[in-house]
């Protein structure tokens, strides 16, 4: 590229101290400077904000109440200025410190999306292995009838033109979204890089249930209700194969 794009990371964090500090570590310690970086703190009330103050490179902080992660994540989205918006939330962590200055040498115009890999840490930071969905070779809006085949953590969306989330959904808003911003999008970049480091855990059962719910409605919606019904007669089979190799999800 001949310039250089701004990209505003945004992160949302309630009662995150355990974690913050490293997800926050990922980003101000980026190669490459032209970042703005976002945290969006639910009114926490443990240690989290006196973390996030002990660093530097941190633009904006808005520490108050808010509906729920996709109401904050909103709040990011209006307070961002950059030419992207890259959500990364308490928790993940960019895969390396070069990762985006080798992203955006890497990048031929302004595409309206870039995705990535991911891959999956556990609470010691040992990395368990990639996702159970891999990011295709060419990525439309068709591809996510298969199931949220980029983690939300390394698709980065040209922030004119980003949707917002709908707070209709509580759980699965973001394939929603990224659906949504694939459909309008016209120039989709396959970085074929793994850009971020993605935490396992923290739903419950009664979240993945409720979120999978979710995620049948929105499906329906864009593919139909008899291809949806199909699709996830297969994502059953597959996820419970998955889950007897590897015992993770």
Same mark, same amino acid.
């Given at each position: 590229m001949n310039t250089s794009p701004k990209i505003s990371i945004i992160t949302v964090v309630f009662n995150g101290e355990e974690?913050? &500090?490293?997800?926050?570590?990922?980003?101000?310690?980026?190669?490459?400077?032209?970042?703005?970086?976002?945290? !969006?703190? &639910?009114?926490?009330?443990?240690?989290?904000?006196?973390?996030?103050?002990?660093?530097?490179?941190?633009h904006q902080v808005v520490s108050e109440p808010d509906n729920g992660l996709y109401d904050a994540m909103n709040k990011g989205l209006k307070a961002a200025t950059g030419d992207y918006v890259w959500f990364l939330n308490s928790g993940?962590? !960019?895969?390396?410190?070069?990762?985006?200055?080798?992203?955006?040498?890497?990048?031929?115009?302004?595409?309206?999306?870039?995705?990535?890999?991911?891959?999956?840490?556990?609470?010691?930071?040992?990395?368990i292995g990639d996702r159970r969905l891999k990011p295709p070779a060419q990525l439309t809006w068709l591809s996510f009838r298969q199931g949220m085949v980029v983690c939300h953590q390394s698709f980065i969306v040209k922030r004119v033109g980003?949707?917002?989330?709908?707070?209709?959904?509580?759980?699965?808003?973001d394939i929603d979204w990224a659906i949504r911003a694939a459909k309008n999008a016209t120039q989709i970049h396959?970085?074929?890089?793994?850009?971020?480091?993605?935490?396992?855990?923290?739903?419950?059962?009664?979240?993945?249930?409720?979120?999978?719910?979710?995620?049948?409605?929105?499906?329906? &919606?864009?593919?139909?209700?008899?291809?949806? !019904?199909l699709r996830h007669f297969v994502f059953g089979v597959r996820l419970t194969n998955f889950y007897l190799r590897h015992r993770r999800i």
């Open positions: 974690h913050i &500090g490293r997800t926050i570590e990922s980003v101000v310690g980026q190669t490459y400077k032209e970042l703005e970086y976002i945290i !969006i703190d &639910g009114k926490s009330t443990d240690r989290t904000l006196e973390l996030i103050g002990s660093y530097k490179g941190i993940d962590q !960019i895969c390396s410190n070069d990762t985006i200055e080798t992203l955006v040498a890497g990048l031929a115009g302004t595409p309206d999306i870039i995705y990535g890999g991911t891959m999956i840490i556990d609470e010691e930071q040992n990395e980003a949707p917002e989330y709908n707070l209709d959904y509580r759980l699965s808003a396959n970085s074929n890089m793994v850009l971020s480091r993605f935490l396992e855990g923290g739903l419950t059962e009664h979240n993945i249930k409720a979120g999978l719910k979710e995620r049948f409605k929105i499906m329906k &919606g864009f593919y139909g209700l008899i291809p949806t !019904i």
